[in-house]
């Protein structure tokens, strides 16, 4: 088992390593999802006579949307990049709602274990980071560098992390002792907690430390009981949280500049510029005519826009006001209704042992979406492993042993 274990984690570790180079011109990161896509294009075709969730169908229909804005005739080939960026997430859903449960948690375990083992070797200085680094010397430190680890920026890094983190603390709260496969093992998924906060800190990426502080919140607050136990655990576990945060900031220079955007030249607005890209994104998509504010003016024409405001050709950070100004009314209702449709689906199944883990995740990307935007392939493809979980109508939680997370994949 553990040379299974291993010899999966190589060819997924030199994957996304890859990630970092081009061939032929083309990143490697869009070369191997063609094929990916194809497949889950021709697997969805094949079910789609099938009853979707509301949320599957409005997020194909948001995809779709991606390709019909008038960014069409200035660089069409952006669009069906954000096309095919977006798309893989609801054809994920539909792959992986057909599958058990136990592959879809060991999916779930795998893939979040696998995440966090990657930053280990960077960690320890065997390999270096070949992907858009986060670098604290306008903060006045010389020598920081965000961590990125396999990844191609340290956003994507501290994102994947974040939820990774999450699957593996609900895996140590549901999982039973005593099990038979490793990867299981309350004492492995601890340490690979802890890498993995270590890694999240290490990026110096506000989104991820958002991001993770929310998710957190929502998975310990979504299930609480008011038991003299769970409430002392509840208290020693946030206290914890605080002084660690209290700590760091009278302790860590570097992490209080970067968390408080103090740079060496003075604060920067809030949210490194946030508030003027919002404004930026408001202000073209109000003042475009009929059709560009309806259908919106596309990825390309908003950055040429934010270069002439700004000087610099930047998205608005933020997913609701990229769909506005993007992709126009149409764009924001339909991603206005995706996240309504699937706070509903989540919601519906508050007796599901996956309710716990799908409803954090769902907070997390709901922080990402407010303060970041855009779309990351292995978010989605946990987050949609998640959902489908939800999917199994006989996962219900009990206070049986032999019902909990993590202890299936044992039988």
Partial sequence: MLLKYILYFIPFFALLYSENFDIMGMP????????????????????????????????IWYAVKMLFNTNITYRPITNITEFARFLP?????????????????????????YVILSSIPFHLGLLESIGKQISLHGFGFEDIIGHTGIFQSAHSASITYTISVIVLINNFYLSP????????????????????????????????????????????????????KRIFTAIATVTILIAGIFYLLQNND????????????GTTNIGSGRLIFW?????????????????????????????????????????????????????????????????????????HKGYRLALSLFAAYFMFALVQGSSIFLQDLIFALSLAYLMNNNQVETNNTHNKFGHEINK
């Fill in 28 to 59: 490697f990161s869009q070369l191997w999802k063609i094929p990916l896509i194809i497949f889950l294009i021709i697997h969805f075709i094949k079910y789609i006579k099938s009853k979707k969730p509301a949320f599957q169908q409005i997020s």
């Fill in 89 to 113: 997430f609801p054809l994920l859903f539909e792959y992986f709602k057909r599958k058990n449960s136990n592959s879809i948690i060991k999916w779930l375990i795998l893939l979040s274990q």
């Fill in 177 to 228: 002792a005593g099990i038979k496969h490793f990867y299981n093992n309350k004492l492995y998924n601890i340490f690979l907690i802890a890498v993995g906060i270590f890694s999240i800190y290490a990026g110096f990426v506000r989104t991820g430390y958002a991001m993770f502080v929310v998710a957190f919140l929502v998975f310990a607050l979504s299930r609480f009981r008011f038991t003299t």
């Fill in 254 to 265: 570097a992490f209080s500049a970067r968390l408080f955007d103090q740079r060496v030249h």
């Fill in 279 to 351: 404004s930026n994104a408001y202000e073209r998509w109000s003042d475009g005519n009929t059709i560009e504010i309806i259908f919106g003016i596309g990825e390309d024409n908003f950055k040429d826009y934010q270069y002439k405001k700004i000087g610099r050709r930047l998205f608005s950070h933020s997913q609701f006001f990229d769909s506005l100004v993007q992709n126009g009314l149409i764009g924001i209702i339909l991603y206005l209704l995706l996240l309504i449709s699937l706070f509903n689906f989540i919601r519906k199944r508050k007796q």
